[in-house]
């Protein structure tokens, strides 16, 4: 993404996200649609994508990242649907899978077993991402990624 910086000059990212901060530039892009500003697909641009090296997270943590930021970007911007559309999400990723079921069976059992103990871990947070606070969230996330 690439923005005017006098647009952007009052603007910061989201702080709660921590490592490579997975959605933050969702949650900063529509925050900024949400105050009027236009995002613009321009094709013929060029984007290197250099990765910052911690793509190798750990499967759990890299599922705790996606389902604990997702629900609270869901939670700040739709309050009032905060289930319905993060459950959906759910579903969505869970079939974003299905070609792993044809390919890898074993594999794509392992990841929706996976998934599921993820969401239940994070369950027990969800009061608190969706009021805002992703440190426990995001404590556990480091556990992981240490272990």
Request: glycine content about 4%.
């Amino acid at each position: 993404m690439s923005y005017r910086v006098g647009y952007i000059k009052n603007e910061r990212f989201d702080e709660n996200f921590i490592l490579y901060g997975l959605g933050e530039d969702l949650e900063f892009s529509y925050r900024l649609f949400k105050k009027g500003m236009k995002l613009l697909t321009i094709p013929s641009a060029k984007l290197k994508h250099i990765p910052s090296g911690l793509k190798s997270l750990p499967n759990k943590a890299a599922l705790m990242m996606r389902f604990a930021y997702r629900r609270y970007m869901i939670a700040k911007f739709y309050p009032e649907k905060k289930d319905k559309i993060f459950w959906e999400y759910v579903q969505c990723y869970k079939r974003s899978l299905r070609t792993l079921k044809i390919r890898k069976p074993y594999l794509w059992k392992e990841m929706q077993k996976l998934i599921d103990e993820v969401i239940e871990v994070l369950k027990e947070h969800f009061s608190s991402v969706d009021n805002g606070d992703l440190r426990r969230v995001n404590a556990l996330i480091l556990k992981e990624v240490h272990k």
